[in-house]
């Protein structure tokens, strides 16, 4: 089955400007707000052509709202009638990976073209994100054109470079957090996956995941010295073997797992479908049955991540010039992904007691997990509501975002931070074209998100005496 055959009520809306919505992709993929780490390499001067574009594109939005520009991102600020209700944010981010240089030939249609060919629009950020930017625009613009008023204050948050260091999120969560505003509920990209949920014993029902937090992230360095020599007399060892000896300690020792707050709670949404045993029997109580629930999550690649810190020897120094000469001194580096229950501090403490003294361990990147969302709270429930009216056969489970976001920036102002882009694209299209060649969305997924979007802005910040 397909994405697009669990598709439901596309007829919602039906006065909703879809070719414009659609051309207003095409134009904005046309912008190439590539961003790079090193910043003297981007080009400033297409963020702001962006910025004019999307000034003229939404009308109603720039008259009624509060527009303000930091370094090169957006914070718009839509005022509600009622100020006791905190206000939602919806986010995305502007900037896109660049194209590897090379690739350029192999894309059908040219990565910043903005081509609508064979029921898809086509170009870099297609994917990630510009779909969800202008998505969120065109569901509030729709609104207000329609005379609708706003109950709750709107906030779009629009970063200039996520793919690289989230300082657009920072500063903005920042002014957020020096004017004391606290949020509802955030909503980013993320999560999305839909899959049979055999794994949680429940085959032959699909489950759908909604990003509730993400793991950390940890880059630990091994540095071990020597004084080298020949090697016919390695009486000391070499340091390639105390570096090798001290990664497969670090490998062969992980933390011991843990059965997080968001899989017990996906695991209750889907037990009225787990058909398996002994999982129907553990999922009654998986307080008594941890250790086997844990036991089953751990010998599953698509669950062990959620329990456990992952630990992935990723790079090493290349050793001696000759093989008969001692390797002086070598590196590598273990990354990590940090489950809530590992901190940094306390993996690091962890690895140093693994290792023999001469190994010297030390932090290129380290960040936490972020908190978890509470699956009870407004904003989670809403979404799922939303997300259960237009996607049928679906079950939305919370689950840990696989890859790192802007919106866990946002945790000082906001206790629900959630993560799904509701554009479900074919998985085969997803996977080819996120960061690759060939990026892009089928019309179809693109307006079935502006429907989920529209509707969630609909029935969680408009005045609903003014809702038809």
């Known amino acids: 089955m397909t994405n697009a055959e669990l598709f439901a009520h596309e007829s919602d809306y039906p006065d909703f400007p879809s070719e414009r919505a659609v051309e207003h992709l095409r134009d904005a993929l046309r912008f190439p707000t590539v961003s ?54 919806f986010m995305a981010h502007q900037d896109v990976v660049p194209i590897k240089s090379g690739t350029e030939k192999n894309w059908q249609h040219a990565p910043f073209s903005g081509d609508l060919a064979d ?41 200039e470079d996520e793919e690289t260091c989230s300082g657009g999120a920072i500063a ?41 937090y993400e793991k950390g992230y940890m880059d630990l360095r091994l540095n071990v010295q020597s004084r080298g020599g ?34 017990k709670s996906a695991l209750r949404s889907l037990s009225p479908y787990i058909t398996v045993e002994p999982m129907k029997t553990w999922v009654s109580d998986m307080t008594r049955y941890e250790k086997e629930l ?27 010039p000759a093989a008969n000469v001692l390797p002086q001194d070598m590196w590598a580096v273990i990354n990590m992904r940090l489950a809530p229950s590992d901190p940094p501090e306390v993996m690091l403490e962890h690895c140093r007691g693994l290792v023999p003294s001469d190994v010297e361990l030390s932090l290129d990147q380290q960040i936490e997990a972020s908190r978890p969302s ?6 989670f429930i809403h979404l799922k509501q939303v997300l259960e009216h237009y996607f049928q056969r679906l079950i939305f489970i919370p ?39 060939n990026e892009r969305i089928s019309v179809r ?24």
């Open 119 to 159: 029921g898809f629009i086509w170009g870099r950020g297609a994917l990630d994100i510009k779909e969800m930017l202008i998505g969120h625009l065109e569901a509030m613009e729709y609104l207000l054109s329609r005379g609708g008023r706003l109950q709750r204050t709107v906030y779009f948050a629009f970063g």
């Open 399 to 437: 689950a840990q975002n696989r890859g790192a976001t802007d919106c866990r920036q946002y945790e000082p102002v906001c206790r629900c931070c959630l993560r799904f882009g509701p554009f479900l694209e074919e998985e085969a299209v997803s996977a080819e074209g996120i960061h690759g060649t």
């Open 172 to 212: 903005i969560c920042n002014l957020l957090r020096k004017r004391g505003i606290e949020l509802e509920y955030v909503l980013d990209e993320g999560a999305g996956d839909v899959m049979d949920a055999a794994d949680y014993g429940a085959p032959g029902t699909l489950a759908c995941l909604i990003g509730i």
């Open 374 to 379: 509470d699956i009870d709270s407004y904003g």
């Open 294 to 320: 844990l036991a089953w999550c751990m010998s599953r690649e698509s669950l062990y991540h959620q329990v456990s810190t992952t630990i992935a020897p990723t790079m090493i120094s290349e050793g001696s």
């Open 445 to 468: 997924a693109y307006l079935q998100g502006i429907r989920v979007l529209t509707r969630l802005m609909e029935t969680t910040c408009m005045n609903p005496e003014e809702m038809e």
């Open 36 to 89: 790079h780490l090193d910043t003297s390499k981007t080009d400033y001067s297409a963020f702001d052509a962006f910025h004019l574009f999307l000034r003229v594109s939404y009308p109603h939005i720039v008259s009624a709202c509060v527009w303000e520009t930091i370094g090169h991102s957006l914070l718009l600020k839509l005022p509600g009638s009622t100020p006791s209700l905190r206000p939602a944010l």
């Open 230 to 263: 020949h090697s016919s007399n390695p009486f000391h060892g070499t340091s390639l073997g105390h570096l090798s000896e001290a990664i497969a300690s670090i490998v062969s020792h992980p933390r011991p797992p843990v059965l997080t707050y968001c899989l």
